[in-house]
């Protein structure tokens, strides 16, 4: 474990706030989360954890019993889940200004549901091969891939981030997803997929998130060589 102190200095107010851990693999879903954590800029312990022992291990299945990652732990609230995480972490940290006012939050909890439902569900099953056959689309969540893409597509179009005008923790997440998904091929590359992955990754966040996680994936890589 160490200690890893993300631009504190940024928000002072932060700094008397409850001890935070993160639990990840830089290989993982946990690059999430790791966005989300340097966006709110609080500083945090890091535990790195191997897909193998270290996920299964009773310590860390005491924080998560499904033995995955990321996890965070905050004081002594567990969050798992990455959009869950996200969510909590805006909440949690509300100088950072990425939750709307409540008044505004119907597109920001609609499309961060949406990206945690229906398109991870869609993703997935499409990565894994299974096709929802047409005469059964209904009781798919997702209904089908083809639809799933398109309403993605008009969460991205309507304003500059998802939420509105305005980046927010949905972005993250919802963001995450396309920039994961258009560069490995499990989305298509359209342009409105292109035009918002460019503007959410020109982020201070999301590039220090992945110094941080390129260079521990280096490090696992020189260690193994």
Excluded at 38 to 47: F, I, K, R, T
Excluded at 119 to 142: D, I, R
């Amino acid at each position: 474990m160490f200690h890893i102190c993300s631009h504190v200095d940024s928000y002072p107010e932060l700094k008397m706030t409850a001890s935070l851990t993160f639990y990840t693999n830089p290989m993982s879903r946990g690059q999430i989360a790791r966005w989300m954590l340097e966006e709110v800029g609080a500083p945090y312990d890091q535990v790195l954890l191997d897909f193998g022992s270290g996920m299964k291990d009773a310590a860390y299945l005491a924080i998560n019993p499904m033995g995955k990652v990321p996890a965070i732990k905050h004081g002594e609230h567990v969050v798992t889940e990455c959009a869950a995480i996200c969510a909590y972490l805006a909440d949690a940290f509300p100088d950072a200004g990425l939750a709307p006012p409540l008044s505004e939050r119907a597109d920001y909890y609609r499309w961060l549901f949406f990206a945690a439902g229906p398109l991870e569900q869609a993703l997935v099953n499409t990565s894994l091969g299974f096709e929802v056959p047409a005469e059964k689309t209904g009781m798919a969540g997702y209904g089908s891939f083809a639809l799933t893409v398109d309403v993605l597509e008009l969460a991205v179009s309507k304003y500059d981030y998802v939420a509105g005008p305005k980046f927010s923790a949905a972005d993250v997440y919802v963001g995450s997803q396309i920039v994961w998904g258009t560069r490995f091929g499990t989305l298509p590359k359209r342009p409105a997929f292109e035009s918002y992955a460019a503007r959410i990754t020109a982020r201070p966040a999301y590039i220090r998130a992945n110094e941080i996680d390129g260079a521990l994936n280096a490090e696992a890589r020189k260690s193994k060589a």
